[in-house]
């Protein structure tokens, strides 16, 4: 009975591959959210949905390529990936403005 | 937009003794603080929050002091034990958006020391 699940949870892959990470929540949240976490450990916040409707879409490079098919899904795809996307990726979610519960993270790593 | 600075980056405390981690924020807006813990592999999840029409909250050993004057905002852990030992991120969000534009500090890597 996971809040926030995301698949894969470990992803290795090489330079130029595309890949995606999926998310799901069952708390009945009306927003979600992808992060991502450098290996200097900052938390920074990449895509907010709002019921299906991007709010948020910080500066991010038009390889991510976030998708919504219900307020309960958020799917992040990645094209051509770089060296520097390697991270951890994590969704989230919220009701509106309340506390964000974030999934259990997705470990990319771009060889 | 907002802006949040965490200090210190590292802190270590001998067991038993208190630990204290300081926020500061640029935007007189943000109305919500909330804290999150981290533990190595894991994900970050919240301890504690606050907002703006308090100026302090207290949950065990865990207590947020939230100083809007000043902008700035601290968690107090008491009587730290193992357990404790973990990166700690504050955040700060503005009224409106809340948690949806939530902008988080650094991190403070903490080590209890037995």
């Known amino acids: 009975d996971t809040a926030v699940s995301q698949t894969p949870k470990y992803l290795v892959t090489q330079m130029g591959n595309d890949k995606s990470i999926k998310c799901e929540q069952n708390?009945?949240?009306?927003?979600m959210y992808w992060y991502k976490q450098d290996s200097k450990k900052f938390l920074k916040i990449m895509f907010s949905?709002?019921?299906?409707?991007?709010?948020i879409n910080e500066t991010v490079p038009n390889r991510f390529s976030p998708k919504s098919p219900d307020k309960a899904h958020l799917n992040l795809h990645i094209n051509s990936l770089e060296l520097g996307d390697s991270a951890v990726y994590f969704c989230?979610?919220?009701?509106?403005?309340?506390?964000?519960?974030f999934g259990e993270g997705s470990w990319l790593t771009v060889v | 937009g907002e802006n949040v600075e965490q200090h210190p980056s590292t802190l270590s405390v001998q067991e038993g003794d208190s630990a204290v981690i300081k926020c500061t924020y640029s935007?007189?807006?943000?109305?919500?603080f909330p804290w999150y813990k981290q533990e190595l592999g894991k994900r970050p999840q919240l301890i504690i929050d606050?907002?703006?029409?308090?100026g302090e909250k207290k949950d065990q050993r865990i207590a947020v002091t939230l100083n809007k004057t000043a902008k700035h905002f601290s968690l107090h852990i008491t009587e730290t034990q193992p357990e404790d030992s973990a990166v700690y991120f504050c955040?700060?969000?503005?009224?409106?958006?809340?948690?949806?534009?939530?902008?988080f500090g650094q991190g403070t890597r903490l080590t209890i020391n037995p």
């Open positions: 949905y709002n019921n299906k409707e991007l709010i």
């Open positions: 989230a979610s919220s009701q509106y403005l309340n506390t964000i519960y």
């Open positions: 606050i907002r703006s029409n308090v």
């Open positions: 708390l009945g949240h009306d927003t």
């Open positions: 955040a700060a969000a503005p009224a409106l958006q809340g948690a949806q534009k939530l902008v």
């Open positions: 935007d007189s807006a943000s109305n919500y």
